[in-house]
C-alpha cells in the first residue's frame, strides 16, 4: 500500500545539520509525537523528530508552508494529541509526509520560515501522542509463548490454539504513560510457595516485555470487519511498548481470565511514533514454518505474504541505581527483531475485528513479548533467567533475577538496510520506584 517513493531515497539531506548525522531521526523518518518546552507551562502539541530536534506542525502551519491536502493534514495536527490526523487515513499521512520532506530539505527556499518552529529535542518534554481509548496486547512471538508455556507447562508448553488464532487480552488504557514514567513497585495477591493462603504484599518479581505498540488510523463502526486487504490502511504507525508485568501477582491471578492486576498498574511507550509509510523499506515477507498450520483464509493475503513482516531491530537495556551513581552507561541485557514475530501487525489488527469490534483512531496494539529464536534474544526478564532460577550478573557485580527499586529499563528499536537510510524510534525509559509505605 505505501509504495517506495521520493520520501525514502537515501541520498536525501536536511538543512538541519543533526538529521544528516548518524542517529535516529533523518530526514527519511519523520515520526510524530506530541511535545512542549520543558518547563514552560504551554499548550502540548504536536511535533515531528528530525534529528536532534522538534517541528512544531502548528507553528509551520501559521508560517504557511504547507498547502493543499498537507495544509489540512496540518490542520488536523493543531491539537494535543494526533487522534484527529490519525483519523484522515493514508492520503493526508502521506501528503503530510511528503510536504515535511520537502520544506525540510537541504536547499529549501522556506527553510528561513521555519527556524523559528524548531525546539531542541533535549529542551523539549512529552505527552502520550494520542488519547487512547483502548488497548489491547497481542502474544504474536511464538518464541515467547513457548518458552513462558514451558514454565508453567513443561510437557506442554504451547497451547493448540496459538498456531490459529492471534491471542491478545484488553489491556488497561488508563495506566499508559509515555517514556519517562515511573511508578510505584505494586502490592499484590500473592501465594507464597508452599503457603495455603496468599498474602497481600509489595510485588517481588517485577519484570518488563519488550514490545512494539501499533497506533490504530481510521477506525471501523460497531459490527463492521476490517478486511486483511484493508487492514495496511488502518495502521497509522509503530512505537515501541514496556508491557511492565508483576509475574508473581500473574502467576496467582491469571489463570482462568488471563492477566489483570499484574498488567494493569503500568505500561510506557515511546514519545514517537514512526508511521507506516517511514517502514516501507524494511518490511519482510511473512509465512508460517512449513509444517505449521497456514492461516485462515480471512487472515492470509498476498500483502501478508510479500510484506507482512517488518525488521525492526530491538535492545533492552537496564540501568541499575547504582550504575547511575557510578556514572556507568546502561548495560544490554538482549537484543531481537520484530521480523521473528509469528503473527503480522495486519493479522492482529484484521483478527481483531472478527467479530465485528470497532477500532478507533488512537487505539493501542501490544505485539507481545518479542523474543527471538535463541534464549539471549528473550524481551523479558522471566525468559533470560529461567523463572528466576538462573539470575544474570551484570558487569558491575550486581545481580538480577527480576527488578529492583531504583532500575531504570531502557528499549531501542532501530531498522537498517542497505541502500536505506536507518531510522529510529527513539529511547522508551521507564523507572521501578519503592512500593507504598516501603
Ligand atoms: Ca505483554
Redesign the pocket.
Known sequence: MFELNETHDPALKSWIASANDPGDFPLQNLPFGVFRRKGQNEAFRVGVAIGDQVLDISAAQTAGVFSGPAARAAAACSAPALNAFMAMGPAAWSALRFALSQILRQNSPLADRLHGCLVAQNHAEHALPAHIGDYS?FYASIHHATSVGRLMRPDNPLLPNYKWVPIAYHGRGSSIRVSGQEFRRPIGQILPPGAQAPVVVPSKRIDY?L?LGVFIGAGNELGDRIAIGDAEAHVFGLCLLN?WSARDIQAWEYQPLGPFLAKSFATTISPWIVTLEALAPYRLPWNHPSGDPQPLSYLDSPMVRSAGAIDIELEVLIETARMRRAGEAPQTLSRSNFRHAYWSVFQMLTHHTLNGCNLASGDLL?S??QSGPTAAEAGSLLELTVGGKQPLMLANGETRSFLDDGDAVIMRGWCEKADYARIGFGELVGRVMPADGA
Open positions: 496486547d516485555e514490545e508491557d501490544g507481545g513479548t
